[in-house]
């Protein structure tokens, strides 16, 4: 059964989702509901009409044992490219959504939405620039321990694998325990993404969420590429909550 939201901020139990992860439709993207939906193990996508999911399993990676490939620790180490945090949040945005030809989710609904949490202090970027051209990046949303991957890009080779890598090194840095990646592709495996189950990733979330918020631009904590290429430690200070 698929439910239908109204203006009431609420959603179903996520356990009642379709076998596609579809829960529910309608509502809209206020900050509010989005707050609720990710807190909830939900997240948003379409807009014709707005269709919310909760699928099962979960992906996510695993920032304990994330092990980069030695390919892309080369590549960091070349410091081809700047990486810059919340610079270009719009800018991110928009690229993610004419990059993706077909099936975007991206609607200018979608837009203005992530802005709005954006200028809250609850969506972020990271941004890859060659040659002062934004060439690469993902944005999300961030609450309590965890990180909501939405969508990357890259119009040069590696630019977006650089921006992960970036978050995951900053996320280990600030002691996150959950990177979400929503559901499986191929690019996302390639980058260490595994599945969980669903009640396995709400209980990780659960956990997550008791954390403190990082609220506000992460830009102040941009740190070009002095990343450890170790285990991660402390280098970077949190951002004012």
Same mark, same amino acid.
């Given at each position: ?26 509502? =809209?993207?206020? $900050?509010?509901?989005? +707050?609720?939906?990710? /807190? ?6 379409? *807009? ?13 990676? =695993?920032? *304990? ?21 919340? /610079? ?9 959504? @004419? ?6 989710? +991206? ?16 969506? &972020?970027?990271?941004? %890859? ?21 939405? /969508?990357?890009?890259? %119009? ?5 694998? +650089? ?13 996150? %325990?959950?990177? =979400?990646?929503?559901?499986?592709? $191929? ?11 669903? &009640? ?13 918020? @990082? ?5 102040? &904590?941009?740190?070009?590429? =002095? ?12 951002? %004012?909550?």
């Amino acid at each position: 059964m698929i439910f239908r939201l109204d203006r009431e901020v609420l959603f179903p139990p996520v356990e009642l989702a379709e076998p596609d992860g579809l829960l529910a439709v309608g509502g =809209d993207l206020s $900050p509010q509901r989005l +707050i609720l939906a990710y /807190s909830s193990g939900i997240f948003p996508w379409h *807009d014709r009409p707005l269709m919310w999911y909760s699928p099962d399993p979960r992906m996510v990676l =695993d920032l *304990d044992s994330y092990t980069p490939a030695k390919t892309l620790i080369r590549l960091v180490k070349k410091k081809r490219f700047e990486v810059r945090y919340d /610079s270009s949040f719009a800018e991110v945005m928009t690229a993610c959504r @004419k990059t993706r030809v077909e099936g975007t989710w +991206i609607s200018p609904a979608f837009l203005r939405a992530y802005q709005r949490l954006h200028e809250l202090g609850l969506a &972020h970027s990271i941004e %890859t620039w060659l040659d002062g051209e934004l060439v690469g990046g993902l944005y999300g949303v961030s609450l309590g321990g965890a990180f909501f991957g939405e /969508s990357m890009f890259h %119009t040069v080779s590696d630019a977006s694998k +650089i921006a992960f890598y970036t978050l995951v090194r900053q996320l280990q840095s600030w002691n996150f %325990t959950l990177l =979400d990646c929503q559901v499986e592709n $191929p690019h996302l495996v390639s980058l260490g993404g595994v599945n969980l189950p669903r &009640h396995t990733y709400l209980e990780a979330l659960s956990s997550a969420l008791q954390e403190e918020t @990082k609220k506000g631009s992460w830009a102040a &904590h941009s740190p070009g590429f =002095d990343l450890p290429l170790g285990p991660p430690g402390n280098q970077v200070a949190p951002p %004012t909550s």
